[in-house]
């Protein structure tokens, strides 16, 4: 590498680094295996497909929009874009999230614009095996697919004697009573 400028020494090493990448964890391919994000609403255990989740992010400052839905907590400047953001906690429960510091917002696109969700707490990535997975008639009775869970999840998996649902936020970003925020 003697007598290359110091770009071409990076550009070398970027190079010669990129032609022994093997796959990055989130592109390799291992049958049975199901890689998300996985967070809490409430007591419940949640983890949804990583191209439905565009960005993670602490909870900026929100400014309440009067006359919106109740989960509606407001919108947020998150770099010069106005984003709609929802408790649904709230939106899904009835019952507003206790908002404390550490708390986290899932960005989700949608057609219009992207909006905001409120989450509890934020695990990160999580996998699952096929054997790990709840049999659908057994979603009720581990409460995960109840009241208004069950338009969101279609499975359920058991990962450390806890139940986690694989919840669609694409799904919930299309329901007509969550696209019409404003009352």
């Known amino acids: 590498m003697a007598g290359l400028s110091p770009f071409d020494a990076l ?10 990448v093997a796959g990055l964890p989130e ?27 565009r960005e993670i992010l602490t909870l900026p400052q929100v400014t309440p929009v009067p ?9 947020a ?4 874009n106005l984003l709609p953001i929802v408790d649904l906690k709230q939106f899904l429960e009835g019952e507003r999230t206790v908002l404390h510091e550490s708390q986290r917002i899932l960005l989700v ?16 990535q999580r996998s699952f095996h096929d054997q790990q997975q709840i049999p659908d008639d057994r979603l009720a009775d581990e409460q995960i697919a109840v009241g208004r869970y ?5 499975r359920a998996y058991r990962l450390d004697e806890q139940p986690w649902g694989i919840f669609s936020l694409e799904r919930l970003t299309r329901t007509p009573e969550f696209r019409q925020a404003a009352g």
């Open 11 to 20: 550009a070398d090493y970027e190079r010669r680094s990129l032609a022994h």
């Open 77 to 80: 400047n998150v770099r010069g």
């Open 150 to 154: 069950t338009h969101f999840i279609d």
């Open 27 to 53: 592109q390799l391919e291992a049958p049975g295996l199901w890689r998300g994000v996985g967070y809490r609403i409430g007591e419940r255990r949640m983890a949804s497909p990583f191209d439905e989740v």
């Open 109 to 124: 696109r949608q057609p219009g614009g992207d909006v905001a969700v409120l989450i509890d707490e934020l695990y990160g």
């Open 67 to 75: 006359g919106a839905q109740p989960w509606m907590l407001g919108l």
